[in-house]
């Protein structure tokens, strides 16, 4: 099983840690998108944290299951009033199964980069698409490794440099793997907290989705489905289960 990073102070202070991901046009978006593929289907949220997504999903009238590796954000996920209705299973995502089926599946926020092996995303998108009703979707948001605007050697990437925030990628290119490290200045005083990733491009998806017998619907820069480009920093997938 997966180690769970996002216990104790991470999950209770997740939404002050990274208030963009909460920015009320942010979710809207994500929502809107999925709950137009849902229609009136069930829908399955892996990782689904403190709720951000599945909460709105909810309240939308759609009914939204969800695996979580970590208790505590799921001890979050029930402060919204709205949570009753969601039936959380803790596991990993991974392999973790859960009765019924979906017409939906969504992995957001890069979630799918917490598996930090090629088996183990893999595995997911096998266990995904055994959760998929025919003609069921899976639905992905992740980045775009950004390496190829880094130079050859180098493996420190900063991606925030805010006053309350410092945020670095540690990044091995060989192995595709990193570590990001954050340093938080909160109320005076100083937290850190680093989590191991696992990048992965999109076409080495496409291929994930195929072995699990789906295939590519398709692909935006984001929830807007603006286009997906050479120059997009991430990407919105959809596959679809034959």
């Given at each position: 099983?997966?180690?769970?990073?996002?216990?104790?102070?991470?999950?209770?202070?997740?939404?002050a840690?990274?208030?963009?991901?909460?920015?009320?046009?942010?979710?809207?978006?994500?929502?809107?998108?999925?709950?137009?593929?849902?229609?009136?289907?069930?829908?399955?949220?892996?990782?689904?944290?403190?709720?951000?997504?599945?909460?709105?999903?909810?309240?939308?009238?759609?009914?939204?299951?969800?695996?979580?590796?970590?208790?505590?954000?799921?001890?979050?996920?029930?402060?919204?009033d709205?949570?009753?209705?969601?039936?959380?299973?803790?596991?990993?995502?991974?392999?973790?199964?859960?009765?019924?089926?979906?017409?939906?599946?969504?992995?957001?926020?890069?979630?799918?980069?917490?598996?930090?092996?090629?088996?183990?995303?893999?595995?997911?998108?096998?266990?995904?698409?055994?959760?998929?009703?025919?003609?069921?979707?899976?639905?992905?948001?992740?980045?775009?490794?950004?390496?190829q605007?880094?130079?050859?050697?180098?493996?420190?990437?900063?991606?925030?440099l805010?006053?309350?925030?410092?945020?670095v990628?540690?990044?091995?290119?060989?192995?595709?793997?990193?570590?990001?490290?954050?340093?938080?200045?909160?109320?005076?005083?100083?937290?850190?907290?680093?989590?191991?990733?696992?990048?992965?491009?999109?076409?080495?998806?496409?291929l994930?989705?195929?072995?699990?017998?789906m295939?590519?619907?398709?692909?935006?820069?984001?929830?807007?489905?603006?286009?997906?480009?050479?120059?997009?920093?991430?990407?919105?997938?959809?596959?679809?289960?034959?």
């Amino acid at each position: 099983m997966a180690n769970n990073y996002f216990d104790g102070w991470i999950a209770e202070q997740y939404e002050a840690l990274w208030p963009d991901s909460f920015d009320a046009e942010v979710v809207e978006a994500a929502v809107s998108f999925l709950a137009e593929l849902a229609r009136n289907g069930r829908v399955l949220e892996l990782g689904v944290g403190t709720g951000r997504v599945a909460v709105p999903l909810s309240r939308r009238g759609i009914r939204v299951s969800g695996i979580e590796l970590s208790p505590a954000m799921v001890e979050r996920l029930r402060s919204h009033d709205a949570s009753s209705k969601i039936d959380v299973t803790i596991g990993d995502f991974a392999t973790t199964r859960v009765a019924g089926s979906f017409r939906v599946a969504y992995l957001v926020s890069n979630t799918i980069m917490n598996l930090t092996t090629q088996d183990e995303q893999v595995q997911c998108f096998c266990n995904v698409a055994a959760h998929l009703e025919p003609g069921g979707c899976f639905v992905v948001e992740v980045i775009v490794p950004p390496w190829q605007r880094v130079p050859p050697g180098e493996t420190m990437i900063p991606f925030d440099l805010s006053p309350g925030h410092l945020g670095v990628d540690e990044i091995d290119v060989a192995t595709q793997n990193s570590w990001s490290h954050h340093s938080w200045f909160l109320n005076g005083t100083t937290r850190t907290f680093s989590v191991p990733f696992r990048n992965v491009w999109p076409s080495e998806l496409d291929l994930m989705a195929r072995l699990a017998g789906m295939a590519l619907r398709e692909r935006w820069s984001d929830w807007s489905r603006e286009p997906f480009t050479a120059t997009s920093a991430s990407h919105i997938s959809v596959w679809q289960k034959a």
